[in-house]
């Protein structure tokens, strides 16, 4: 049988070649879809609204302002010092977390403007934030309390450049 | 996998179908290179379409954004570059093939009997494929879009009495604007896919007659030999010939078929010193600009292309193998070859000095060779015929004429019958 495999009357000592053109080929075919596909990502002119620049100016304490972002609004709340005292701790809801790892100077927060449920835009309350659609409640540190949304409100990667400006957004290389 | 086909076989002919159509489509087995260019053709149609696509992704067909959404192609999209240049390319590519498939048709007489609806749906996609190449070149919205489709359009203001109106109605508006340009791009969209109908149908009738071949003498059974592998195989060489070359001008020289006016924006107020149509169109601009009359010209023109579908009438030979075994109608072919060279070139150039006579010596001589055949091809029958012909062709011929009578003589019969 052994001796029958090595000859060159065996037919299937082309399999060798017919897989490796079979292999080539389909490399080949990957190769060219590559592009295709990459196009349909965010073209560089999309790519360089990623990151946005934000002053901090003119917004006082316990004040608001929202900026955009990639389209999407970022939340930017100036604390009054009673505000960070109280959001202290793990916080109350199904998604805990300390408020120091959530924010870079406690003076300040940024979050995603953007309701972990469905992705409805929370109006500002008294003590944080309400969202319209489901009616989930967060916290003045973005962290959810009640209603269905499952996590958090996403805080953005964000650097102080300064005191009194942001830039929000990882840099592009 | 055996179960599942077997499920489909029992609802579809799917097994029969591939057999029939794919691995056991006998085909004959003296076929050369030159019957690799209807494969490759479908294969640039496949490429056209599927980059096209991909542009449209990010096309804006707008007389205020096109110019500037082809340049963020070009710049932003990722791989945009690549995409435009394929498909840039890709239309030089698909002419050249067809040109090269259609001369084949020519030198071999491939359109003879029974292969007329061949070369008439062959026809039909040429003028398919011209009409989208046109459309698609107004949409990158530069100056020689514009003014190519501004010159282009004006044509049909020859039509007798309804020529101004019919101008302003293809256009949506008095000269070629934001109307014209997204009713190009619907049409440029739309077209292609008309083409993958007409090609259907183009295949249908080649699996009912199946291929000629370089004899031109049909094939006994034995000398039939399945599609696969062979001639999978043999295609697949040809489509990777074909694609080291189509890359080396996507990578290297993309730009060889593109015009340096088409970077400046269209203008409407100011037409450039010298327009030339795209390469493929060079002979039949030639034609056009050779005739003295607007009206003449466009004529001209007009049955310049459409000629081609007259061929199985003017080639009154009934010696097969087309300009293999016709020394004189193999002359002619290369003439015309040459003559089709030579109005490109005229077209290429101003028409000025000695090149306006040279495009009307060529045009006339692209008439007269059509003009010549019917009575050349049957001299030229009659004198290959008492030289004395291979064995085989006179036995074709002598049953092609004996068919024909019998056919003659029966119909007859059925007259006198009904008397």
């Known amino acids: ?173 | 996998m055996k179960k599942m086909i077997g499920w489909i076989d029992r609802r579809f002919p799917l097994t029969s179908f591939v057999k029939h159509e794919l691995t056991e489509y006998p085909t004959p087995r003296n076929l050369s290179y030159w019957w690799n260019f209807g494969s490759l053709a479908g294969v640039v149609l496949v490429i056209q379409i599927i980059t096209g696509i991909f542009l449209a992704m990010h096309y804006k067909a707008d007389a205020a954004m096109a110019f500037d959404s082809v340049e963020h192609i070009m710049r932003d999209v990722n791989y945009g570059w690549l995409i435009r240049y394929m498909h840039s390319t890709g239309a030089t590519a698909f002419f050249a093939v067809i040109f090269i498939h259609m001369a084949r048709t020519l030198y071999y007489g491939s359109y003879r009997a029974p292969r007329e609806l061949m070369w008439w749906t062959g026809q039909v996609l040429l003028l398919l494929l011209m009409a989208t190449a046109f459309m698609g070149y107004l949409l990158p919205w530069g100056q020689m879009s514009y003014w190519g489709a501004q010159v282009i359009t004006n044509l049909f203001g020859t039509v007798p009495f309804l020529g101004d109106e019919l101008v302003v109605w293809l256009r949506g508006d008095f000269v070629v604007g934001d109307a014209t340009l997204t009713r190009f791009f619907a049409l440029h969209y739309l077209v292609p896919f008309i083409i993958v109908g007409a090609v259907l149908v183009h295949l249908v009738a080649l699996h009912s007659v199946k291929s000629s071949n370089p004899s031109g003498i049909n094939l006994a059974d034995k000398d039939n030999i399945p599609f696969h592998p062979y001639f999978t195989v043999k295609d697949l060489f040809g489509l990777c010939v074909f694609l080291a070359i189509y890359s080396y001008f996507v990578f290297y020289n993309p730009n060889l078929f593109i015009e340096a006016d088409n970077y400046i924006p269209a203008d409407p107020m100011k037409t450039p010193l010298h327009i030339v149509p795209e390469w493929y169109f060079l002979p039949f601009y030639a034609i056009l600009r050779a005739v003295p009359d607007l009206l003449g010209g466009v004529i001209a023109m007009g049955i310049s292309v459409m000629i081609f579908a007259a061929m199985p009438y003017l080639d009154r030979s009934k010696i097969p193998g087309g300009a293999r075994y016709r020394p004189f109608y193999r002359v002619m072919f290369y003439v015309f070859v040459i003559d089709i060279i030579i109005l490109g070139y005229v077209g290429a150039k101003p028409p000025e000095g000695a090149l306006v006579p040279l495009g009307q010596v060529a045009t006339l001589l692209y008439f007269g060779l059509f003009a010549l055949l019917p009575f050349g091809s049957k001299l030229e029958e009659k004198w290959l015929r008492k030289r004395g012909l291979p064995e085989e062709v006179e036995a074709m011929i002598q049953s092609e004429e004996k068919q024909k009578e019998d056919r003659r003589q029966r119909k007859a019969d059925r007259r006198n019958a009904r008397r």
Request: aromatic share 6%.
């Open chain 1, 1 to 173: 049988m052994a001796e029958d495999k090595k000859s060159p009357e065996n037919p299937d000592r082309r399999d060798f070649l017919t897989t490796a053109t079979g292999v080539m080929a389909g490399a080949g075919v990957t190769a060219a879809c590559w592009p295709f596909v990459s196009s349909m990502n965010p073209s560089s002119d999309v790519l360089s609204k990623a990151t946005t620049e934000a002053s901090l100016k003119g917004i006082r304490a316990g004040e608001v302002k929202t900026v955009e972002w990639q389209g999407k609004p970022v939340f930017i709340l100036h604390r009054e010092e009673k505000q960070i005292a109280s959001m202290e701790g793990d916080g109350e809801g199904k998604d805990p977390q300390k408020d120091s790892s959530r924010v870079k100077n406690p003076d300040w927060l940024v979050v995603v403007g953007i309701c972990t449920h469905l992705g409805c835009v929370p109006s500002r309350k008294k003590d944080g934030w309400f969202c319209p659609c489901h009616g989930s409640v967060y916290d003045n540190s973005g962290r959810i309390l009640k209603g269905p949304a499952p996590t958090n409100l996403v805080v953005p990667e964000y650097e102080f450049v300064g005191s009194d400006k942001i830039i929000i957004g990882k840099k592009q290389a």
